[in-house]
């Protein structure tokens, strides 16, 4: 008889450890040995633990290929009953043989009550490298199995599809949040509603009485960030700064023409432009650039307390003084369809009426940014991503092991965003000017001509033509971080794929993908988004596309915010007048009377607090807790890519010492590996 020591590690986190019983069966090339419990005198399996067992099979299996995991309920004296369910989370197994080098099994997974978990050893292999029946069995078992847990629905026509779950009670253990940061996102969303609540904010329909009345209620949580809104909202450099390194960094573009339904004169913009020049010559020395919410003409608008809200849907010039001075807007108009009734604001104008049409602005980027750069881009995109990922690569497949950490808590996050805040009555529907109608509408416009060039940071850059504006530490920390990415991810795809045609030979890959493309994209050959890989170079830039937008592109559209919404006049979420159609009749209660209730007002302040930070139990970029990868060529390369991050974030920090507002939210260390809050 054959003697193998077993060692198990089970994690430290609240709850890891379990009271159940631990027996394996050891499948190997000639079969597979019957139950051999894990079992010592006293408890087994307590949190943190790492415990040695040694096993004696009665035949001989041959080279182990599988580790099968049973998991049973201890028996107890029929007087006690049973008891409830038991979750276990599992780091890995070692398995140490009598000839031979140990071999570890991954794990990383919780199991809940009684059932059976196969573990491959950890070498990665991608589908077209194994050979042996029962490997190739246990790949199509497992996907099998994941695929029937992780179910497709259509949440909303034109939208992408999601996970078919109500409420986040109903997750699977693995996907949920831990207890810790469950706790933490609780606690934190009560003491912010107590706050308000006690004040009685939360209970006013009416409108502010004043700007300092706002101002007093600006020091809830207010952060150094949203100080200096609040010290500078009214200054068209902050203005035009928020479109470079705001919320919503990603809009702006170089205009080599004005759109025809813009009509801007060069009387217009003379007095800041200054003499000698033309619009003519500033297009074409490209100077001027343009941000256009046209995406917002027409779209429907909701009813908040009783009272219909309005909407714009804005036209922004801005110009880039020579010699790298601030980028400053030149005139605005508020709709697309030029007119009497539609004029073009300018700086030279009323101090209200120029105020005043920024703030819709303003607005429309509140409206664009939360359903589609945050909502759309940066949540229900990497829930596709997620779910593909757990329905089409096996753990053992390198692409699994490399994306897992990129998917932690994506599913819960979403559930509970579907759940509180996008549905019927929830905080969308309460305090925001176009409603979950309009959400819906926009998100169904954008994805008719959503292209995967949006979301390739680079061709982006190129496609916007606004690689050489002064200033744009969006564009440029985001820049370092997916050449730092890429590089990983070319090291990862040189080692497992040697040449083009593995990568069209890879099943599973191109199921992925393809699934990606169907279910998230709709199948829209027009999106450019690819259907199937046809070699290394797409594999590589189609692996940065997802780790960077469920990583440092949800950090630089969420983090901050609460630092520029604090201070609601900077980000009103609904506007409760309709626009002006002349100038000249703005003045400082009309302005207030635009502006939100108070109830929305404190609505929104409180849930993007709470969706600005992340509530404990954090990952940082290039931060692998959890061992997926045994082989020594991807530790070296995680070990390269984390080199690579620490020294951007030395970067950044040496560069933001010089700014009045530094820009931190794509510093590596405060970008979460996923999109988890």
Request: hydrophobic share 40%; proline share 7%.
């Amino acid at each position: 008889m054959t003697e193998y020591r077993v060692r198990v590690s089970t994690a430290e986190a609240f709850g890891a450890g379990t009271w159940d019983k631990i027996s394996v069966s050891i499948v190997g090339t000639q079969g597979e040995t019957s139950l051999l419990p894990l079992d010592h005198l006293g408890k087994e399996f307590s949190a943190g633990a790492e415990e040695d067992f040694e096993v004696t099979p009665s035949q001989d299996v041959g080279q182990a290929l599988l580790l099968r995991v049973h998991k049973a309920p201890p028996a107890l004296p029929g007087l006690l009953g049973h008891l409830g369910p038991d979750a276990w989370f599992c780091l890995w197994f070692q398995l140490t043989p009598p000839r031979g080098d140990p071999l570890r099994f991954p794990c990383y997974q919780w199991l809940e009550g009684a059932g059976t978990l196969v573990l491959r050893e950890g070498t990665a292999k991608v589908s077209w490298a194994d050979h042996h029946p029962r490997l190739l069995q246990q790949r199509r078992e497992e996907l099998q199995a994941r695929q029937e847990m992780y179910r497709w629905k259509t949440y909303n026509s034109g939208w992408p599809r999601c996970l078919d779950e109500e409420t986040t009670k109903d997750l699977d253990l693995n996907i949920k949040y831990s207890v810790a940061k469950n706790t933490n996102f609780y606690l934190r969303a009560g003491s912010a509603f107590t706050q308000m609540k006690i004040k009685g904010l939360l209970d006013r329909k009416g409108l502010w009485k004043s700007l300092e009345e706002m101002r007093r209620i600006f020091h809830f949580q207010k952060t150094p960030a949203a100080e200096y809104v609040f010290e500078h909202w009214q200054e068209d450099s902050f203005f035009a700064s928020q479109f470079l390194n705001g919320l919503n960094p990603v809009l702006i573009r170089r205009c080599r023409e004005l759109p025809k339904n813009f009509p801007v004169t060069d009387a217009m913009v003379a007095p800041v432009l200054g003499p000698g020049t033309s619009l003519q010559a500033e297009l074409e020395k490209g100077s001027l650039f343009l941000v256009d919410h046209g995406i917002l003409s027409g779209i429907q608008t909701n009813i908040v307390n009783g009272k219909p809200q309005f909407s714009a849907a804005p036209m922004t010039l801005l110009h880039q003084r020579p010699g790298g001075g601030p980028l400053l807007p030149i005139a605005i108009q508020l709709s697309q369809t030029p007119g009497p009734n539609s004029p073009i604001f300018l700086p030279s104008d009323n101090k209200w009426d120029w105020l005043l049409a920024k703030t819709w602005v303003r607005n429309a980027e509140f409206s664009v940014h939360e359903a589609l750069v945050h909502l759309l881009h940066a949540h229900l995109l990497p829930e596709v991503f997620t779910m593909a990922t757990l329905r089409q690569l096996p753990h053992c497949h390198p692409l699994f092991k490399l994306l897992v950490p990129h998917t932690r808590y994506t599913l819960h996050i979403n559930t509970l965003a579907r759940q509180l805040l996008i549905a019927p009555e929830q905080v969308v529907d309460r305090s925001t000017g176009i409603g979950i109608k309009g959400f819906s509408e926009l998100i169904q416009r954008n994805m008719e001509k959503l292209n995967y060039s949006v979301l390739c940071l680079p061709e982006d850059i190129r496609t916007r033509e606004v690689k050489d504006i002064p200033g744009y530490y969006y564009r440029d920390d985001g820049m370092k971080i997916w050449g730092a990415v890429e590089c990983f991810v070319s090291e990862i795809v040189g080692f497992y794929y040697p040449n083009d045609v593995s990568v069209r030979d890879d099943s599973e890959l191109q199921a992925w993908v393809w699934e990606i493309f169907s279910e998230g994209f709709l199948g829209r050959e027009s999106s450019g988004v690819p259907s199937s890989l046809e070699t290394r170079e797409a594999l590589v830039q189609y692996v940065t596309m997802v780790i960077f937008n469920c990583s440092a592109h949800h950090a630089a559209v969420s983090s901050g915010q609460f630092d520029f919404s604090a201070w609601m006049p900077n980000l009103p979420s609904t506007m409760q007048l309709p626009p002006p159609t002349t100038k000249g009749q703005a003045r400082l209660e009309g302005f207030i009377a635009t502006l939100p209730p108070v109830n929305a007002t404190c609505d929104i302040i409180i849930v993007l607090w709470l969706l600005s930070k992340e509530p404990g139990d954090r990952r940082p970029l290039g931060t692998y807790p959890d061992e997926h990868f045994t082989e020594e060529a991807p530790q070296q390369s995680i070990a390269a890519f984390q080199s690579r991050l620490a020294q951007i974030s030395r970067d950044i920090q040496e560069r933001n010492w010089g700014l009045a507002l530094p820009y931190t939210y794509l510093d590596p260390p405060l970008i979460e590996n996923s999109v988890s809050i």
